[in-house]
Structure formats: C-alpha cells, structure tokens
C-alpha cells in the first residue's frame, strides 16, 4: 500500500492556506503548514515534507527565493517542489521553473487541477 505523501504549505493569505489544506486533508494527505518562507525553511530541515506548496508573494523571501534556496541546500535539493500563485504570465511560469520549481499552479485553482499535480508528482517519487 502506498502512504500518501505528506505535503507542506507555504501560504501567506489564512484563507488559501485553509481553502488548499481541506481539499488535501479531504484527499487522504497529511498536512504542514506555514505562513512564511523562514517557518518554511524550519519545518522543511526538520519533518522533510515529501511535497512543498509554496505562493511566490509573501513577506521577506517570496516564493522564488524559498525554490532557489531549496535547490542549492544539499539536505532539500532533491525536494519537490510546487508554485501556486496568482502570478499567471507565462514569464512567471518560465521563471518558477527556471528557479527549480517541478510544476506551477495558478490562482484560481480547482481541487481536481491541485489534486492532480500533487498526485503526478508523488507517483514519480
């Protein structure tokens, strides 16, 4: 039997952050949470979540910086890593990826759209 992956969120807004973890607690996946890269970074060092969810706007490091951050650490290089943001240029999507990103998620999303990135990204871990 598969254990689903546990799964970590990096949200600044109470709201999303709510709105993404029922519909992953609903879908079976245990569940992080922070509201800002730095708590993200002392969770990730110490329960290493399978899959990270991190916005690209927040307060200190956004989003982008937290993905570089997480590559170049030897511990967290090998980590996935998801962008969901309300920036849905495609130069944003270019640039999530190219900060090392393995998918990126835009705002509004819809469970089934969240639910099926997270669960590709499982199966090829």
Do not use: H
Request: with cysteine.
């Amino acid at each position: 039997m598969n254990l689903l992956p546990n799964l970590l969120i990096v949200e600044d807004s109470p709201s999303e952050l709510e709105l993404m973890s029922s519909y992953l607690i609903n879908s079976g996946y245990n569940i992080l949470k922070a509201s800002d890269a730095e708590e993200a970074l002392r969770i990730i060092l110490d329960q290493k979540p399978d899959i990270i969810i991190t916005d690209v706007v927040m307060p200190g490091i956004n989003g982008f910086e937290l993905c570089r951050l997480l590559r170049k650490n030897p511990f967290t290089k090998n980590s996935v890593i998801v962008i969901c943001s309300s920036k849905n240029l495609n130069i944003d999507r270019l640039w999530g990826m190219k900060q090392g990103a393995d998918a990126y998620i835009t705002k509004p999303y819809t469970r089934e759209r969240l639910l099926n990135v997270i669960q590709s990204l499982a199966e090829k871990n």
